[in-house]
């Protein structure tokens, strides 16, 4: 099958959204289909306001009526709601060619966050967006039921997945010659961004040491009021995995994620989650198993130590990339199906 998956979450960037579209268009292409991707790589683009690392891209159209046209997809899916998601979205409908879409982050809460936007405004416009396709995928069926009653419907489950090969255990000895500080390290791992809520980790009195891996719009702003935690910056690959794989456990501050990709890879390292009992979390944490989900983040992060770390990793390798991806491909149509 020809798979034309369109995108403004893309590499250079670095996130969650982007680890899971790559991830499953390389597994597709593994077993067989060929997966075109449209991106901003390459294009002409200005940088997303307060959004910088989101390069948006100039005259979309012009670029997906080129690449769709002479790729001829067999199923189109539309990742994003941004330039090329939109530009995606009207050439389908001009050419009658149905799609999929797929919802990965509150934008109407991002938004709302740095600028006075109303809420209901963002969420009519996501609601026409999404009300063009077929069907929108979601991670899970907490983020389903919510925004169901935003009034997005025709929604279809689509699961994430973990590279547990990457993402693995290291030995006693092995994390203390990683993170040589005093133990218990709890950690923050991922933007640092007012829409992450990372400030909520730093103010906790915890015993030990807090890191926090990864950067952001925040970052040097919360470098210098919290000089006390260790800021560790955006690693990737092998000497990510080390790090994280390094704490004790891992504090996901956030209210507004969608699932939370980087508490799977903390649990493939075998690391516990300390979370609110909020959406993202609720989607892959068993309390008391893998994490611990709390009101309280300071007890939750504290009990969090108690847990398994062979359990952790056991929860982990449930969700792999591959049948991740055979249900993204389950859940497309056909571009010219119905018409």
């Not at 989101?54 to 012009?62: S, V």
């Not at 039921?145 to 994430?160: N, P």
């Not at 055979?326 to 571009?335: C, G, K, Q, S, Y």
Request: with cysteine.
């Amino acid at each position: 099958m020809k798979i034309a998956l369109v995108t403004d979450a893309w590499h250079p960037q670095i996130n969650g959204v982007v680890r899971a579209l790559s991830e499953t268009a390389r597994q597709a292409q593994q077993i067989g289909h060929e997966v075109l991707v449209v991106n901003s790589l390459g294009q002409r683009t200005v940088p997303c306001p307060t959004y910088e690392e989101i390069r948006l891209t100039l005259r979309p159209y012009a670029l997906v009526r080129r690449l769709l046209g002479d790729f001829q997809p067999d199923a189109v899916h539309i990742a994003t709601e941004g330039p090329l998601g939109l530009a995606a979205r009207f050439y389908c409908k001009r050419r009658r060619w149905d799609f999929t879409t797929s919802f990965h982050t509150r934008f109407p809460e991002y938004l709302a966050a740095r600028a006075p936007v109303p809420l209901d405004l963002s969420y009519a416009f996501l609601r026409w967006f999404h009300g063009g396709a077929v069907q929108t995928l979601v991670s899970n069926q907490a983020l389903a039921d919510e925004i169901r009653a935003r009034g997005i419907t025709r929604l279809a489950l689509w699961s994430r997945g973990v590279d547990t090969s990457l993402f693995r255990p290291l030995s006693e000895s092995e994390r203390r010659s990683v993170l040589d500080l005093p133990r218990p390290i709890f950690a923050y791992f991922g933007r640092v961004a007012v829409e992450k809520n990372v400030e909520d980790f730093l103010r906790l009195e915890l015993p030990g040491s807090k890191v926090v891996i990864g950067d952001g719009p925040q970052a040097a702003d919360l470098r210098s009021r919290y000089p006390r935690v260790h800021w560790l910056g955006m690693r990737q690959g092998e000497d990510l995995a080390r790090h994280l794989a390094a704490t004790d456990v891992m504090v996901f501050p956030s209210r507004t994620d969608t699932l939370g990709l980087v508490i799977l890879e903390a649990n493939a390292c075998g690391v516990p989650v300390a979370a609110y009992p909020v959406v993202g979390p609720l989607a892959t944490v068993r309390s008391g198993i893998n994490g611990i989900l709390d009101e309280d983040l300071g007890k939750a992060a504290r009990a969090a130590l108690e847990l398994s770390r062979e359990a952790c990793r056991e929860r982990a390798m449930v969700y792999d990339w591959a049948s991740c991806t055979r249900e993204f491909i389950a859940n497309l149509v056909p571009a010219r199906g119905r018409h």
